[in-house]
C-alpha cells in the first residue's frame, strides 16, 4: 500500500483509531478518507487492515502525530486477545514523522528517513536494514524476543545490559 500526503496527517496506521473507546468515533471515524492523499483515497481503516495483514504501508511525505499507535496489538476492544500480532507489517515514511510514533506498539518496525519528532512512543532506534532510513521497534518486542536482538542492536542513546 502507498500513499502519498500533500500535508502531515495523524494516527496513521493507529490501531486504536485515536482510543476509539473513549471519543466513540467523534475524533477519528476509522471509515473515513485520511485526508489530504494524493492519487488515494484509503482510510484509517484500510491501513490497520493492510498492516493486520502483513502488507507494508509506504508514505510520501510527512506524517503527524501517534503513526503506528498500537501496532501490532490484537486489541480486546476489537475482539482481539490481547496479545501480538506476529506478522504485522511495517510502515516506511519518506519524509518527517510527528511525535508519539509508535506509542502502545508491540510487534512490526516503522522506518523513517527524515526527522522524529519527540517525545517517542514505545519504541527504540535499532540499526536499520533499510539504507538511509532510523529503524524503530517495539521496546517490549525487543525484550520478548531475544533472538531478534543481533539483528535488531538498539542504538544510543539507549542500550541493552545485563539481560535487560
Given amino acids: ?18 482510543f476509539i473507546w473513549q471519543h466513540k468515533g467523534a475524533r477519528l471515524n476509522p471509515t473515513e478518507t485520511i485526508p ?3 492519487g488515494t483515497s484509503y482510510s484509517y481503516e484500510a491501513v ?7 502488507e507494508d504501508v509506504h508514505i510520501k511525505g510527512d506524517v503527524g ?4 499507535s498500537s501496532l501490532g496489538v490484537n486489541l480486546v476492544y476489537f475482539g482481539g486477545n ?13 519524509g518527517n514523522a510527528g511525535s508519539h510514533l509508535g506509542l502502545s506498539m508491540l510487534s512490526g518496525a516503522i ?25 524503530f521497534v517495539s521496546i517490549t518486542w525487543v525484550l520478548h524476543h531475544p533472538e531478534e536482538r543481533p539483528i535488531n542492536t538498539i542504538l544510543a542513546p539507549n542500550e541493552f545490559k545485563d539481560g535487560a
Avoid at 82 to 91: A, F, R, T
Fill in 65 to 68: 502525530t501517534r503513526l503506528g
Fill in 1 to 18: 500500500m502507498e500513499l502519498k500526503l500533500s500535508s502531515p496527517q495523524d494516527c496513521i496506521g493507529d490501531f486504536t483509531y485515536n
Fill in 36 to 38: 489530504s492523499q494524493l
Fill in 48 to 54: 490497520v487492515e493492510a498492516l493486520k495483514s502483513g
Fill in 111 to 135: 522506518y523513517v528517513k527524515g526527522e522524529v519528532t519527540e517525545p517517542l512512543g514505545n519504541v527504540v532506534q535499532v540499526g536499520s536494514d533499510l539504507d538511509g532510513y532510523k529503524k
Fill in 82 to 94: 490481547g496479545k501480538e500480532l506476529p506478522e504485522v507489517g511495517s510502515i516506511v515514511v519518506d
